[in-house]
C-alpha cells in the first residue's frame, strides 16, 4: 500500500510540476513577446545606438573595481570598443536581429553569461541598456525591464559581429 501511495504521489507531483511548467511557457512566451514588440517598437530614425564589444573574462578580474559604466565599462564588463551607429538602415538591421533572436528562443538557456555585446538605446525620453551573451542566450536589461534577465536565441550573434568587423571593433576570444 505504501508503494501505491507514493507511486501516487509521484505521479500526482509530476502533473502538478507539468501544469506549472505549461503555465510559465506561456508566460515566458508572452513576456518573451511583449520585449520584443516593445523592442520593434522603437523608431530607429529617432534613436542613438550603440554598439559594444565586451570582454567577458576580464570582468572576473576586476569584480566591483571597475564602476558600472565609464569609458573602460559597460554593466562591469570592460569595453573592448563602441560605435554609434548612425544609418538608420543599419540600426533596423541591427535592432531586427535582435527582437528575431528574442522571438526566436524557445526556454533554452545555459548558465555561463559570458557577454560579448552590448547596445544601448538613446531615445528622447530614456536610455536602455542590453548586456548580451549569445553563448548562454541571457540578455541582462537596464533601463527597459530593468535588472531582468531575458533570453535570445543566438541568431542574432552574426549580425553583431559583422557590425564589429565592419567598424574595425576588437572581439573577445
Not at 93 to 98: E, R, W
Amino acid at each position: 500500500m505504501k508503494s501505491m501511495t507514493r507511486i501516487f504521489g509521484i505521479i500526482l507531483l509530476s502533473c502538478l510540476l507539468f501544469e506549472m511548467a505549461n503555465g510559465a511557457d506561456d508566460n515566458f512566451k508572452a513576456d518573451q513577446t511583449r520585449i520584443a514588440d516593445a523592442i520593434e517598437k522603437i523608431p530607429a530614425s529617432k534613436i542613438k545606438l550603440f554598439l559594444y564589444s565586451l570582454d567577458p573574462h576580464d570582468a572576473r578580474r576586476f569584480s566591483g573595481k571597475l564602476p558600472e559604466n565609464s569609458n573602460k565599462s559597460f554593466h562591469y564588463f570592460p569595453i573592448l570598443g563602441r560605435v554609434e551607429i548612425v544609418s538608420t538602415q543599419e540600426k533596423t538591421n541591427l535592432l531586427g536581429a535582435f527582437t528575431k533572436g528574442i522571438k526566436e528562443n524557445n526556454e533554452s538557456l545555459a548558465n555561463c553569461f559570458d557577454p560579448r555585446h552590448g547596445i544601448r538605446i538613446v531615445s528622447e525620453t530614456a536610455t536602455n541598456d542590453f548586456v548580451i551573451c549569445f553563448e548562454c542566450l541571457q540578455v541582462q536589461a537596464y533601463g527597459f525591464n530593468a535588472g531582468k534577465y531575458f533570453l535570445t536565441s543566438s541568431s542574432p550573434n552574426a549580425t553583431f559581429n559583422k557590425f564589429l568587423d565592419e567598424y574595425h571593433l576588437k572581439k573577445a576570444e
